[in-house]
Every structure is written in structure tokens, then in C-alpha cells.
Antibody, heavy 119, light 110 residues
Framework: QVQLVESGGGVVQPGGSLRLSCAASGFTFTNFGMHWVRQAPGKGLEWVGHIRYEGITKYYVDSVKGRFTISRDISQNTLYLQMNSLRPEDTAVYFC????????????WGQGTLVTVSS | QSALTQPASVSGSPGQSITISCTGTSSDVGSYNLVSWYQQYPGKAPKLMIYDVTKRPSGVSNRFSGSKSGNTASLTISGLQADDEADYYCCSYVGRNLVVFGGGTQLTVL
């Protein structure tokens, strides 16, 4: 069965960096695109970005463009989100999700990892 | 790109039907049949309930259905049950390789 397990969250100061990981299993990692979606405490869902199945093309919401980078390691079946220049408004639970091919929908979700940006 | 507009809350009694709306514009919801809906319980990850406006993933009850008219997509839950009480989010591809969520709707089963 499909499993997505995020890790790497924690507390970081404004301006700092953090790298989130998402270990994927139960499907052929190279056949599917992946998304990152976040949820600030008590707030709604916000799409952060997407990496296509080929692992080369990536898209981001404007608010993180130039600061966040999505990548993957196919040898480890792991998705990453490198977050730089973090701001307090980036505080959220970050979910990785598996794309339902051709639909831009998130078919499977991890349990999420909390990132807190605070001094 | 602005968030899609959902009512903050809806409610219904067991056995009734409710509909949650999700309003966008002619540039997003109105242009693409790529609307999805998610159910989220407090402290849990969301679950995909509907994709491509009307399609249900395997395992999702047929009490859940989706539709779209113009710039507004809708999620209908029929035969309301106590465990349907959750937050519901719509989501749409909005062009330029971007995705936007709605603000979320809290469903209360009375």
C-alpha cells in the first residue's frame, strides 16, 4: 500500500533554513508527480508546489518562489522540500502528497510535519 | 491567485443531503474540469473524496458526489451520517501550472 512519511520539521528562526523529507513506498516513485501542501495552525490548506513525474519540472506558489526548492532522490524514493529564508508566515504543517496522474489531485497524503518559524 | 470561495460552515441532520459550493472564476474553475474535494478530520491528513469534478476514488462512498456549473463546483453528501462531520476543501487547477484550494467548510451534523 502507498505510504508517505514526512520528517525534518522543527523550530527555526526567521531567515533560517530547513529541509523536509518525504519517504515514499508502495508505488513506482518515478511514474508519479508529487506535491507539497501546507496548513498553518487553525487555517486552511495551501498548495506549495509540485514536481512532475520526470523529476525535472517544478512549479511553486508565488509566496515561496525563489525560497523553496522541491527535489527528489529516486535511489531513496524520497521527496524533499528545501526551505530557505524562512518567515513566520511559513509556520505550518507540511504534507507531501502523491499526484493522481493527469488530475492535479492529491491521491495520497503523508501525516505531515510541523515547521515553526519563530525567534 | 486568490483562494476559491467556500462557505465557512454548513450543517444538516442525519439522513439529509447537504451541498458545499466552491466558487472560482472563468479563468480557473470555469476553465478546467480539474476540481477535487478533500475531507479532513481534526489533526489528521486530508483524504481525497472527489477528483476531476465528478469522479470518486475507489473506496469512497457513493453518498459523495461532485458537480460543476459555470464557475462554481459543488460537493453533495447524501444520507448524512455522524462521521461525515469534518472540514471539506475544494481544490482546482487554475492554469499556469498552479493549484489553489478553497478556504474550507466546516460540516456539522446536528
Amino acid at each position: 500500500q502507498v505510504q508517505l512519511v514526512e520528517s525534518g520539521g522543527g523550530v527555526v528562526q526567521p531567515g533560517g533554513s530547513l529541509r523536509l523529507s518525504c519517504a515514499a513506498s508502495g508505488f513506482t516513485f518515478t511514474n508519479f508527480g508529487m506535491h507539497w501542501v501546507r496548513q498553518a495552525p487553525g487555517k486552511g490548506l495551501e498548495w506549495v508546489g509540485h514536481i512532475r513525474y520526470e523529476g525535472i519540472t517544478k512549479y511553486y506558489v508565488d509566496s515561496v518562489k525563489g525560497r523553496f526548492t522541491i527535489s527528489r532522490d529516486i535511489s531513496q524514493n524520497t521527496l524533499y522540500l528545501q526551505m530557505n529564508s524562512l518567515r513566520p508566515e511559513d509556520t505550518a504543517v507540511y504534507f507531501c502528497t502523491k499526484d493522481l496522474s493527469g488530475t492535479w489531485a492529491s491521491e495520497y497524503w503523508g501525516q505531515g510535519t510541523l515547521v515553526t518559524v519563530s525567534s | 491567485q486568490s483562494a476559491l470561495t467556500q462557505p465557512a460552515s454548513v450543517s444538516g441532520s442525519p439522513g439529509q443531503s447537504i451541498t458545499i459550493s466552491c466558487t472560482g472564476t472563468s479563468s480557473d474553475v470555469g476553465s478546467y474540469n480539474l476540481v477535487s474535494w478533500y475531507q479532513q478530520y481534526p489533526g489528521k491528513a486530508p483524504k481525497l473524496m472527489i477528483y476531476d469534478v465528478t469522479k470518486r476514488p475507489s473506496g469512497v462512498s457513493n453518498r459523495f458526489s461532485g458537480s460543476k456549473s459555470g464557475n462554481t463546483a459543488s460537493l453533495t453528501i447524501s444520507g448524512l451520517q455522524a462521521d461525515d462531520e469534518a472540514d471539506y476543501y475544494c481544490c482546482s487547477y487554475v492554469g499556469r501550472n498552479l493549484v489553489v484550494f478553497g478556504g474550507g467548510t466546516q460540516l456539522t451534523v446536528l
